[in-house]
């Protein structure tokens, strides 16, 4: 039995619906609420979902009998100001699963982010050493709770503290893909697009206010959420394999490839127009990120990952246009 934590969110319920099909039994821990979140579970077997609330009674019953955990279950809004939630649940109840891990000698493979990068004044390399990481500026809240376990991790770690017997820390960049629909503002901008040329009103970017870098080209690190899962299985079969390892396909691509890969996918011309880039978020806008994929490649990880106009048109034919869109 595997215990999947956020398996109803978007992430979470991709590497749900692939372990299932594996023929696991999946225990997730998510919260559904009113809206339509189950329906990301609803095509898959799965043994239960319980609340976050009641983990400390399932992990006392769990004793002996799971194989493994994924933790992606967070508190993911980069725009979340309220410190002490983010302190509980991306940080608190990650050392929780970690010392469990560990006394019950099973893999954990966690969600960390390409957040904890901040501004990429020091590139984006998943180097894990201490001083490395210290060196790291978040530019918000979440970015900070997800920085400040991997630092937790990797003091552990230096002091030869116990230690599950296989972990991984994945710093996922810009993903996209089925299941993200119940995430609001939070959702890819390939599923924002979709949802601008689907109402008739062509593709909105922001436009730059970098002198570097011309109207929707800023870049970014877009991955096929398939590709996260296949990185997350491969650590689960392989479990000699420990570390810190971004999660992206280290090749950049504009946020005007991405609207033309979805222009295309929906059989449509291309219509772009840009929009200032709200002042909240200007001073922190990045205009650039790129996952340095060597220590992922150096571990035995082979597979390609998809290229950005592939993983879109799959996106958009396999899922956005059909009557159930949900893995």
């Known amino acids: 039995m595997l215990l999947v934590t956020g398996g109803a969110g978007f992430i979470g319920s991709n590497l749900v619906a692939a372990l299932a099909e594996r023929g696991e039994a999946v225990v997730v821990c998510d919260r559904l609420g009113q809206g ?39 508190i993911s809004a980069t725009t979340e100001n309220d410190g002490d939630a983010l302190m509980a649940n991306n940080f608190r109840l990650s050392k929780v699963f970690w010392d469990h891990c560990t006394r019950e000698e099973i893999p954990f493979i966690y969600a960390s982010s390409a957040a904890t990068y901040g501004d990429g004044a020091l590139g984006f390399d998943d180097d894990s050493a201490r001083g490395y990481l210290a060196g790291l500026r978040p ?13 937790w991790v990797m003091r552990r770690l230096a002091a030869e503290a116990p230690a599950p017997k296989q972990w991984a820390g994945l710093k996922f960049f810009n993903v996209y893909g089925p299941n993200e629909y119940h995430k609001g503002g939070q959702a890819s901008v390939a599923f924002h697009l979709f949802g601008q040329l689907s109402r008739g009103e062509g593709a909105k970017l922001f436009q730059s206010h970098h ?39 280290g090749k950049a691509r504009s946020f005007a490839d991405l609207a033309r890969a979805v222009f295309a996918a929906m059989e449509q011309p291309e219509n772009i127009s840009y929009v200032p880039t709200p002042e909240a978020i200007r001073d922190k806008y990045q205009y650039f990120t790129e996952a340095t994929m060597a220590r992922l490649r150096a571990a035995g990880y082979e597979k390609p990952f998809t290229e950005l106009e592939e993983g879109v048109a799959r996106y958009v034919k396999d899922f956005l246009v059909k009557p159930d869109p949900y893995r």
């Open 211 to 249: 002198p570097d870098y011309a109207d929707g080209g800023q870049l970014r690190d877009f991955i096929w959420v398939d590709d996260c899962v296949a990185v997350m299985l491969w650590l689960y079969d392989n479990p000699a394999v420990s570390g810190l390892f971004n999660v992206g396909t």
């Open 139 to 151: 530019l918000n809240g979440y970015g900070w709770s997800k920085h400040l376990f991997d630092r």
């Open 36 to 74: 339509d979140k189950w329906r990301n579970l609803a095509h898959h077997e799965i043994e239960d979902v319980i609340p976050p609330e009641e983990l400390p009674e399932f992990l006392r019953w769990a004793e002996g009998r799971l194989k493994g955990v994924f933790h992606m279950g967070a």
